[in-house]
């Protein structure tokens, strides 16, 4: 087994410049080359691509996108020595990586990491490593002075258990977002909340981006950005074909893209404008007067549904014309809960469980903001008994 001796870091953001330091580090000879031409006091770096591929024995990828690593190595090909390895960390398509490996065939490592910054400076990387045998093995002592290897079947297999491990860190980023906003609303202060949430399933995520959840400035630099993982989580639903509600979360979080995945976590809920025709909805419902539901739907809105066995849709007039004026004799065990609300721009989505007596009904809103106010302009419902 022959170990690579020059290794080209080609895309030197914040893990590829990690990497490098940490492959410098380690005694190997690195170059290090990104488009914007950053230089670095740890490793040496050279402003031509095809000069920094010329002479290494293996060039490592660590750039943001399929894309990126397609241009690149279009770009630096004709400069690869015939025996030099093409090792890619980054996070692409599946499609894209088994492209990637059938355009450069043996010598090709797909190699997509789990972990951050810290984690590549600590050599503790978890790497997700498809490659034939020979190619591993040739690559696996600088894969394993970053971490620990786990082999995989095929490139396309590495880079969709890349994208399935993201997208279970974005539903954990997501929950402790979740948890935040209920502990605003019930007025919990929000140091006592974050030592808790220490203590539990969380633990880990809540310690490490405790600098960015307490309400102070940020202080230092992104490990991992909302503007990645949000790219991660929409590769996934791409590939999948499949409704991803983090791919959503993410890519309306209103946040820089370039702030670090702990800030998609201190988002406000959304406001209680938005909130106001469902809660003029509920009190419709809970006194039994129509003039709620006035207040809550546009006037053009209908409501549909199935109705002992038939599709029903009634204008607002006909809606309202169901309700008396008194709330229902069972009404202190009835309950109804506000479960989703998702705003984009001027429009909004919502759905609500409604538990009246024996009946267990599902609703869902569409509302659209007009005129500075917020209103439903559709209501459709499922009824379970």
């Known amino acids: 087994m022959t170990t690579p001796h020059t290794i080209a870091v080609l895309g030197l953001g914040r893990m590829g410049r990690?990497?490098?330091?940490?492959?410098?580090?380690?005694?190997?000879?690195?170059?290090?080359?990104?488009?914007?031409?950053l230089?670095?006091?740890?490793?040496?770096?050279?402003?031509?691509?095809?000069?920094?591929?010329?002479g290494a024995d293996l060039v490592l990828l660590a750039l943001f996108d399929g894309p990126a690593c397609q241009q690149v190595l279009d770009d630096v090909r004709d400069s690869l020595r015939p025996d030099t390895m093409v090792l890619n960390t980054s996070t692409i398509a599946p499609a894209e990586a088994t492209n990637l490996a059938r355009q450069f065939g043996p010598s090709y490592v797909h190699a997509p990491v789990l972990g951050s910054v810290p984690a590549a400076t600590a050599g503790t990387l978890q790497i997700l490593a498809a490659a034939d045998q020979d190619a591993l093995d040739r690559a696996r002592p600088v894969l394993e002075s970053l971490g620990t290897v786990r082999r995989v079947d095929d490139a396309s297999t590495a880079a969709a258990l890349k994208l399935i491990a993201n997208n279970s860190l974005a539903g954990a980023v997501l929950a402790l977002r979740d948890s935040l906003r209920q502990a605003d609303s019930l007025g919990v202060p929000r140091t006592s909340v974050l030592d808790v949430l220490e203590l539990g399933q969380l633990g880990g995520l809540v310690a490490r981006k405790r600098p960015f959840l307490d309400g102070k400035p940020p202080v230092g630099t992104a490990d991992f950005t909302i503007g990645a993982l949000a790219k991660d989580m929409a590769l996934l639903a791409d590939a999948s074909n499949t409704p991803l509600r983090s791919a959503a979360g993410l890519a309306d979080t209103p946040a820089a893209p370039e702030s670090d995945i702990a800030m998609a976590a201190t988002v406000p809920a959304v406001s209680d404008a938005v909130l106001d025709p469902l809660r003029a909805y509920i009190r419709g419902h809970a006194t039994g007067e129509p003039t709620h539901f006035r207040d809550a739907f546009?006037?053009?809105?209908?409501?549909?549904?199935?109705?002992?066995?038939?599709?029903?849709?009634?204008?607002?007039?006909e809606y309202c014309a169901l309700f008396h004026g008194q709330p229902a004799p069972d009404e202190p065990t009835r309950s109804r809960r506000i479960d989703t609300v998702d705003v984009h721009g001027a429009i909004a989505t919502a759905t609500m469980t409604l538990q009246h007596g024996a009946d267990t009904f599902t609703d869902i809103f569409l509302l659209i903001r007009a005129d500075g106010s917020w209103r439903i302009a559709n209501k459709a419902y499922h009824r379970h008994s």
Request: proline share 5%; charged share 20%.
């Open 39 to 54: 230089t670095s006091g740890a490793f040496k770096t050279i402003g031509d691509p095809h000069e920094a591929v010329a």
């Open 298 to 317: 546009l006037p053009t809105a209908h409501i549909e549904g199935i109705r002992g066995g038939a599709f029903v849709s009634w204008p607002l007039d």
């Open 18 to 37: 990690a990497i490098a330091t940490r492959l410098t580090a380690q005694s190997r000879d690195v170059v290090g080359w990104t488009r914007s031409r």
